[in-house]
C-alpha cells in the first residue's frame, strides 16, 4: 500500500502533513514524469516540468537568475532518461520533487541546481568535473556531498559511521543535510511501493537520525512531515485512531479557533496594530501527544492560532493586547524570541482562555520568524561570503550554521573512538526538551534539561573547563554537580593552573555530549592510579578527626594508613556520657562514630564493639549496611536530655588568603568550641577543611552550617561521612 493510500486526513487520500499546507496544490508527478519522456522535441515545454519549481522560487526570489535551474534540469532530464522508479515513474520525477520541496521552503538557486543534479553523478554517466565546468564550484561540492551521503549504508551496525559521515557532510555546508532531507521525505512520501519490513527500517532510521537532525536545523516543515509518514507506518493503529480524531472534528463544522482569530483580528484591529492572523492546525503527530496528555480533546485543541506581524516590537504589542482584552493562561507564556532556541526558532508563545472553558494556544511572530522557524537553514540563503566559491586556502567558514551543529562536530573530532561519539550523540538527539541559563556578562546558554553547572561549563569553554573550581548560580556559590534550571544565571569560576584537570566524578553530573566527551578524553589519556586494596578502602583511616573503622573501634588493618589525629579512647568525656545517650545494654559505655559524627535528633541505632563499647550510628550511615549484612546485631539506642553534643564537619572551598581564620572566626562568632580541625593539601585550588566541634545545643547544627557557607569562598558544608562510605 501506498504512503498516499495509508496516510489521509480527510476522505481524499492525502499525505499526513496535506491538511496543514493548503496554500500550494501537490505537484503532479506523474504529469511532470510524461512531460520529461517526450524528450528534447519539446524542451520548449520546460514549464510543464519545471514551472512548479521556477513559480515556487520567484516566490521567495524575484530576482533569481532562472537560467542554472532550467540547465540543470536539462542535463538531469537526458542522464536519467530511460531510468525509471519503483514506482514505474520516470527517475526525473524524484529529483524534481525534491528540488519542489526546497523551492517552497525558500532555498536559493544554488541549493535548487544541485538538488535537480544531486543523483545524476551517482546513478548516470555526469562527473563532478563536469558539473563544476558547466555549474561551478559550489554546486559541484553539494553535489558531491549528496553524493557521499547516499553512498552510506543505514544498517544499524553501521549508524556511528553514518552519523560520522552526514554530520562531516553537514558542518561543511548545511545545504548538504537541507538536500539529503528533502530527498528522504519525497522518499518517504512514496515508500508504498517497498516491502513492509524495508519501510519500517527505512522508518526507524528516518525516526532515529534524520527527524531529530531536520529539528536541529530548525527545518519543521520537513520535521512535521517526516513525523507523520514514520507514524503511520510504524505505528499503524495509534495512527488510524489520530486520523479519525481529526476527520470527526473537521465534520462538526462549528471550529472554536476560527472565532477566536475573528477576537483575536478584532483587538488588534482595534488597538491599529497590522498583522495577519491564521489557524494553523496541528500535524497528525502533534494532535496524538495532545491526546495522550490531555485525555479527551475539544475544538481548540487541534490546531493553534499564528499571528504575523512585521516587526518585533509587534510581537509584543500583540501580547499586550491579547492579555489585557482576553483571559490569559500565564503558565503557557513562553518568550522564544528574547531567547532563541538553539535552532533558530522565535515566536512567542501565549493563551487564551475563552468562555466555553477552551484553551486557544497563541504563536506570534513577524514573517521572517516564521519563515525561519519553518524553513530553519533552509530560510538562510547561501551562508557564504562572496568569493567563496573556490577558496584558495581550502577552508570554508559558514557564519550561520547553528551553535549545536559547531559542537556536533567537534564531538567527533573529539571523541576517542565512534562508539563513545555514538552514544553520546543518541543521548543527544534523544533530549525533547531544553532549558536556556544566562551568563552574567548577558550571553546565554542552551543546555538539555536535566544538565548541571559541569555542562555548562564545557558548553562555555569547551575543554579549557578541565580548570574549573566552581560556580555561583544565581549570586550563590554552588558545586559543579548542581542541576540548573530554567532562567538560572550561572557564573563559572575557572582556576589559573595550566595542569588543571577534570574529576572523575563530573562525569556522573556531565549530561551533554561535549562534556562526557572531553572529560573522557582526558580521563583516557590520564589513566588513574591503581586503587586501594578493599581491606584499606574498608578499614583504612578515615578523614582526619574521625574514626579510623565504620564501627569506630576495629583495629586498623595492617596496610591502612594511620588517622591524621589519634582516635578517641573509649572512655571519651563525650562518648561515656549516659545522660547524651541511653543505651539498651546494661553497663555499657557509649562512643558516638566518627564516620557520620551522629547528634541529636537524629535518629540513631548502636552496635557493640570490643571492650564492652556501644558505638552509636546515624540510621542512615553506610556502616549500617555493611554491619548489619555481616550479621551484627543492632542495640537500641537513644538520645538523653542533654542537648550538648559534638559533631565533625567537612568544608569544601576554593583557596584564598584568611580563609582558614574567616572560617573559625564564624564558628566562634556561634558560640561553637573547636576540638581540632584540619586541612587538606589544595587540590586545583579547592580546599578541604575538616572540624570537630562541641555545640553547647545540637538544635543550633543548622544555623552554624549556614554560617560557614556564608564565608567567600565555601561553596558547601556537610556532616563528615567514613571514604568507604562516602566514595
Not at 563530573?506 to 588513574?528: F, K, N, S, V, Y
Amino acid at each position: 500500500m501506498s504512503a498516499e493510500a495509508t496516510n489521509p486526513a480527510n476522505p481524499a487520500p492525502a499525505t499526513p502533513g496535506a491538511h496543514r499546507r493548503k496554500s500550494r496544490p501537490r505537484i503532479d508527478l506523474r504529469r511532470l514524469g510524461r512531460a520529461a519522456l517526450l524528450g528534447p522535441a519539446t524542451r520548449d515545454r520546460l514549464r510543464d516540468a519545471i514551472g512548479h519549481v521556477v513559480e515556487a522560487h520567484r516566490a521567495h526570489h524575484p530576482d533569481a537568475d532562472l537560467e542554472p535551474l532550467r540547465r540543470a534540469y536539462l542535463l538531469a532530464e537526458s542522464s536519467h532518461r530511460g531510468q525509471m522508479r519503483k514506482s514505474g515513474e520516470p527517475y526525473i520525477t524524484h529529483p524534481l520533487a525534491v528540488t519542489l520541496i526546497l523551492a517552497e521552503l525558500g532555498a536559493e538557486t544554488t541549493t535548487l541546481t544541485a538538488s535537480l543534479l544531486h543523483d545524476t553523478v551517482e546513478d548516470t554517466d555526469v562527473t563532478l568535473d563536469q558539473v563544476r565546468e558547466e555549474f561551478g564550484e559550489e554546486v559541484r561540492y553539494l553535489v558531491d556531498g549528496v553524493t557521499k551521503l547516499e553512498k552510506v549504508d543505514y544498517g544499524a551496525a553501521a549508524e556511528p559511521e553514518t552519523f560520522r559521515k552526514m554530520l562531516v557532510a553537514t558542518g561543511n555546508d548545511v545545504r548538504v543535510m537541507s538536500i539529503k532531507l528533502a530527498d528522504r521525505l519525497h522518499n518517504m512520501r512514496t515508500l508504498g511501493v517497498m516491502r513492509p519490513e524495508k519501510q519500517a527500517r527505512i522508518a526507524k532510521v528516518t525516526r532515529d537520525v534524520l527527524i531529530p537532525l531536520a529539528e536541529r536545523l530548525g527545518v519543521q516543515a520537513l520535521k512535521t512531515e517526516l513525523e507523520d509518514l514514520v507514524f503511520a507506518i510504524l505505528h499503524p493503529e495509534e495512527y488510524e485512531h489520530t486520523r479519525e480524531l481529526i476527520v470527526e472534528n473537521a465534520a462538526h463544522g462549528d471550529d472554536p479557533l476560527a472565532e477566536t482569530a475573528d477576537q483575536v483580528r478584532a483587538v488588534l484591529r482595534e488597538a491599529g496594530i497590522q498583522a495577519e492572523v491564521l489557524i494553523r492546525p496541528r500535524h497528525f503527530v502533534s494532535v496524538h501527544r495532545v491526546s495522550r496528555k490531555r485525555g479527551r480533546l475539544r475544538g481548540a485543541d487541534f490546531g493553534r492560532i499564528l499571528v504575523l506581524v512585521n516587526e518585533d516590537a509587534d510581537c509584543y504589542g500583540v501580547l499586550g493586547e491579547l492579555h489585557t482584552c482576553m483571559t490569559p493562561v500565564v503558565s503557557e507564556f513562553k518568550d522564544f524570541i528574547a531567547v532563541p532556541k538553539f535552532n533558530l526558532y522565535q515566536s512567542l508563545h501565549t493563551a487564551v482562555a475563552r468562555e466555553d472553558g477552551e484553551v486557544a494556544e497563541v504563536l506570534i511572530r513577524t514573517h521572517q520568524m516564521h519563515k525561519v522557524a519553518e524553513a530553519g537553514v533552509i530560510a538562510l540563503g547561501n551562508p557564504y561570503a562572496p568569493g567563496a566559491d573556490d577558496p584558495a586556502d581550502g577552508e570554508r567558514a559558514d557564519p550561520t550554521r547553528p551553535g549545536w551543529l559547531s559542537r556536533l562536530l567537534d564531538w567527533q573530532e573529539a571523541a576517542p573512538d565512534t562508539d563513545t561519539f555514538w552514544s553520546t550523540l543518541r543521548e543527544d538527539l534523544a533530549q525533547d526538551r531544553e532549558i536556556t541559563v544566562f551568563r552574567p556578562d548577558g550571553g546565554a546558554l542552551g543546555l538539555p534539561e536535566g544538565a548541571s553547572c559541569v555542562d555548562a561549563a564545557y558548553a562555555q569553554y569547551g575543554e579549557d573547563a578541565h580548570a574549573c573550581i566552581g560556580a555561583r548560580v544565581n549570586g550563590r556559590l554552588a558545586t559543579l554537580s548542581t542541576v540548573l534550571k530554567d532562567g538560572d544565571t550561572v557564573q563559572l569560576l575557572m582556576g589559573q593552573d595550566p595542569a588543571s584537570e577534570p574529576s572523575r566524578e563530573w562525569l556522573e553530573h556531565a549530561h551533554t555530549p561535549a562534556a562526557r566527551i572531553a572529560i573522557q578524553r582526558w580521563l583516557a589519556a590520564h589513566p588513574a592510579p591503581a586503587e586501594p586494596s578493599g581491606d584499606m578502602r574498608e578499614r583504612g583511616a578515615a578523614h582526619p578527626g574521625t574514626e579510623g573503622s565504620p564501627d569506630g573501634a576495629a583495629e586498623l588493618g595492617p596496610d591502612a594508613r594511620p588517622p591524621a589525629l589519634p582516635a578517641r579512647p573509649t572512655t571519651d568525656p563525650f562518648g561515656a556520657r549516659a545522660a547524651d545517650v541511653v543505651v539498651d545494654l546494661p553497663g555499657a559505655s557509649v562512643r558516638l562514630a566518627g564516620c557520620c559524627t551522629p547528634v541529636p535528633p537524629d535518629e540513631v541505632t548502636g552496635f557493640a564493639v570490643r571492650g564492652g563499647v556501644v558505638t552509636v550510628h546515624r540510621v542512615e550511615c553506610a556502616g549500617v549496611a555493611r554491619m548489619k549484612s555481616a550479621g551484627r546485631a543492632e542495640i537500641g539506642v537513644r538520645w538523653g536530655e542533654t542537648t550538648e553534643c559534638r559533631v565533625t564537619l567537612v568544608a569544601e572551598s576554593f583557596g584564598r588568603p584568611h580563609l582558614l581564620a574567616d572560617l573559625t572566626e564564624a564558628i566562634a562568632l556561634e558560640g561553637v568550641a573547636i576540638v581540632s580541625a584540619t586541612v587538606e593539601p589544595p587540590s586545583q585550588q579547592r580546599v578541604r577543611h575538616t572540624y570537630t566541634l562541641q555545640l553547647p545545643d545540637a538544635a543550633h547544627l543548622p544555623a552554624l552550617m549556614r554560617a560557614m557557607r556564608d564565608v567567600p569562598g565555601v561553596y558547601d558544608v556537610s556532616r563528615a561521612q567514613h571514604p568507604a562510605a562516602a566514595h
